[in-house]
T-cell receptor
Framework: GENVEQHPSTLSVQEGDSAVIKCTYSDSASNYFPWYKQELGKRPQLIIDIRSNVGEKKDQRIAVTLNKTAKHFSLHITETQPEDSAVYFCAASGTGTASKLTFGTGTRLQVTL | EPEVTQTPSHQVTQMGQEVILRCVPISNHLYFYWYRQILGQKVEFLVSFYNNEISEKSEIFDDQFSVERPDGSNFTLKIRSTKLEDSAMYFC?????????FGPGTRLLVL
């Protein structure tokens, strides 16, 4: 089955700096890669996703890149703000009927003033 | 904006008791899921449900677990005889295709 590795486990950046979180996946059949933000005690919230026919996607301060050959995808947050502090999870799935998400282990991002 | 809802938000139960966790998916979604998250760990897939039947289940989803869509709106997860290791946050999710939207979760504590 699919295995998703995520690094780093913790990341501390100063407000205004950029943050990068990286994930690798094992199953070449995976072709959908969402990123979720989870604040303490809250639900995972979808912030951006990318499909395998696209190499990069951007939404304001957030971007995701995908390298299918290397089975690698990354989340980039620019101009970080204190409210970006949370745990971020990457995930991977196929696109079959009701495909499950396989999550990475999470990255705790701390944005300091 | 419509959201997935779940009840109860917290449930405390004794080992061996049955619990039912309830979810109301987003109304036009066709795919339904249950995940769990043990404190401090990643989210783990339990089961997916489409067209009134289970599409896929994980190794965690053993005979003690069952899912049901008893009417047009609710989606339930039943644990027949809870164990201490079932203590976790249980998330329901729903989606139209690949994209999945999560509910707020039910925190289950088994004593």
């Amino acid at each position: 089955g699919e295995n998703v590795e995520q690094h780093p486990s913790t990341l501390s950046v100063q407000e205004g700096d950029s943050a990068v979180i990286k994930c690798t996946y094992s199953d070449s059949a995976s072709n959908y890669f969402p990123w979720y933000k989870q604040e303490l005690g809250k639900r995972p919230q979808l912030i951006i996703d990318i499909r395998s026919n696209v190499g990069e996607k951007k939404d304001q301060r957030i971007a995701v890149t995908l390298n299918k050959t290397a089975k690698h995808f990354s989340l980039h947050i620019t101009e970080t703000q204190p409210e970006d502090s949370a745990v971020y999870f990457c995930a991977a799935s196929g696109t079959g009927t009701a495909s499950k998400l396989t999550f990475g282990t999470g990255t705790r991002l701390q944005v300091t003033l | 904006e419509p959201e997935v809802t779940q009840t109860p938000s917290h449930q405390v139960t004794q080992m061996g008791q049955e619990v039912i966790l309830r979810c109301v998916p987003i109304s036009n979604h066709l795919y339904f899921y249950w995940y769990r998250q043990i404190l401090g760990q990643k989210v783990e897939f339990l089961v997916s449900f489409y067209n009134n039947e289970i599409s896929e289940k994980s190794e965690i989803f053993d005979d003690q677990f069952s899912v049901e869509r008893p009417d047009g709106s609710n989606f339930t997860l039943k644990i027949r005889s809870t164990k201490l290791e079932d203590s976790a946050m249980y998330f329901c999710a729903s989606g139209e295709w690949e994209t999945q939207y999560f509910g707020p979760g039910t925190r289950l504590l088994v004593l």
